[in-house]
C-alpha cells in the first residue's frame, strides 16, 4: 500500500487534535501534518510536522500540498454554532470558504481523498426528530448549520462532477476529557462532566429533558478515519452520512454521574442555545454508514461517564 501524506486542518480543535494523533500512530508521525491558524503546544507539536495555515489563504493549503505532496486533507476547521450565531458573516466566510478552497486545492493538485465534516445542526425544526433519516428534509436555520447543509452539496458536487473522492459524517454532540468545549451548542454535555470534578456542581443552559445525540470521542475519531480507510465503492452517500451511538438528556447525564459522585448538584439556567438545541433531532437513524462501510459505537452514557471522570 501506498505511503499516505495527510493535512489536518484545524489540528488544535477539539476534535482535530486527537484526530491528528491518531492519524499519526496509524500512518507515522512524519506523514501526518498538523496545520492551526495558531501554533500548537505539547504532543501535537512536538510528535510531527506542524504548519500555520490559514484556511481562507488557498495559495498556502495549496503551498502545503506541493512541499508535502499530499494524498489526504482532512479539514476540520469550523465556528461552531453558538459562536457562529454572534458572529454570522464570519462563520459563514470561515466554513463555506475555507471548505471551497481545500476542494479546489484537492481538485487542482490531484489529492486522492478528502474529509469534511458536517453535523446534525444540518437539520432543523422540520426534521423528523426521532430516528432522523439518512435521507430527510433538512432546513436549517442557524449559520452553522446552514454552512453544514451548503457545504454538503458542495461536496456531493466536487465528487460528481470531479470524481474528487470527498468524505463527510454528520457529528453528534462530540464528547472528551482532552481538550476544553469549542463553542457549541451541546458543550453543556463536556462542561458538566469537569465541573462534577471541581466543585460538585454544574449550573445547565439546557432544560433538564432536552434530548440530543451524543458520541464519546473515541468512538467518532474512530469512525472518521473508518470512514477513509472504506474502500471507494462502499462509499455511496457523498454528501453526509448520518452518524450516531446514544441519545440523552441533561438529567440523564446528571443522573448518571450521580453514580460516581452522590452529591453532585445540577441545576439550570436556561439561554438562547436551548432556541438551537430545538431545532435538531432527538436520536439519529445511522443504519447506512452501519450497512456500508460497517460503523459500531462502542460506548454508550454509562461506559462513557465512568472514563470521563476517570480521566478528568
Known sequence: MA????LLIGASGQIGAELTMLLRAQHGNSNVVAADIKLAEGELLE???FEILNVLDRQAIADLANKY???QIYNMAAMLSATGEKFPQKAWQLNMDGLINTLEVAREKDIKRMYWPSSIAAFGPTTPKTDTPQITVMEPNTIYGISKQAGERWCEWYFLKYGLDVRSLRYPGIISYKTEPGGGTTDYAVDIY????QTGKYICYIEENTLLPMMYMPDA???TVQLMDAPADSIR???SYNLAAMTFSPKMVGDAIKKHIPDFE???DVDFRQKIAETW???IDDSYARAEWGWKHEYDLDKMTADMLENI
Open 47 to 49: 510528535s510531527g510536522p
Open 266 to 268: 445540577l441545576t439550570y
Open 221 to 223: 475519531i474512530r469512525a
Open 69 to 71: 505532496k499530499l494524498t
Open 194 to 197: 469537569f465541573k462534577a470534578k
Open 237 to 239: 452517500v457523498r454528501s
Open 3 to 6: 505511503e499516505e501524506k495527510i
Open 281 to 283: 433531532p432527538g436520536s
